[in-house]
C-alpha cells in the first residue's frame, strides 16, 4: 500500500471519518476523508519546509498552558479570510475532542 493511502486511512480513524477510495471520487468533487463537519484533504510529503516547524515552534514556545498554537499562513495581496491556518493535529484533537461521524463506511 502506497504510503498517501496509508496515512489518509489513519488520519481517517484518528478523526473519526472514512477513507474516500479514489475510485469513489472525481477530482474536486469529494474529500479525501468522508466526514460529517469536515472536509479532510491530506497531503503527504517526504518533508515539509524548515520554516513551517520553526514558525510552529515559535507558537509553542510563546503559547501559554491555556492558549491553542498556530501557525497563520498569508500570502501578499491576497485577503486575510483566505489565510491558513495550521496546527498539530494531536492539539487539534486535544482542545476538539473525539470526532465522530455517522457517515457511511467508504474505505
Not at 500500500?1 to 484518528?14: H, Q, S
Amino acid at each position: 500500500m502506497p504510503n498517501w493511502k496509508r496515512t489518509e486511512r489513519k488520519i481517517a480513524t484518528r478523526l473519526g471519518g472514512q477513507r474516500v477510495p479514489i475510485t469513489g471520487r472525481a477530482r474536486g468533487d469529494a474529500p479525501d476523508i468522508a466526514h460529517d463537519w469536515l472536509a479532510i484533504e491530506v497531503k503527504h510529503r517526504k518533508r515539509l519546509p524548515d520554516w513551517l516547524h520553526e514558525a510552529l515552534a515559535q507558537a509553542y514556545a510563546s503559547a501559554r498552558t491555556d492558549q491553542l498554537p498556530i501557525v497563520v499562513l498569508h500570502e501578499h495581496g491576497e485577503r486575510h479570510e483566505n489565510d491558513l491556518v495550521v496546527l498539530r493535529l494531536g492539539e487539534f484533537q486535544a482542545w476538539f475532542g473525539e470526532l465522530q461521524t455517522t457517515g457511511d463506511e467508504k474505505s
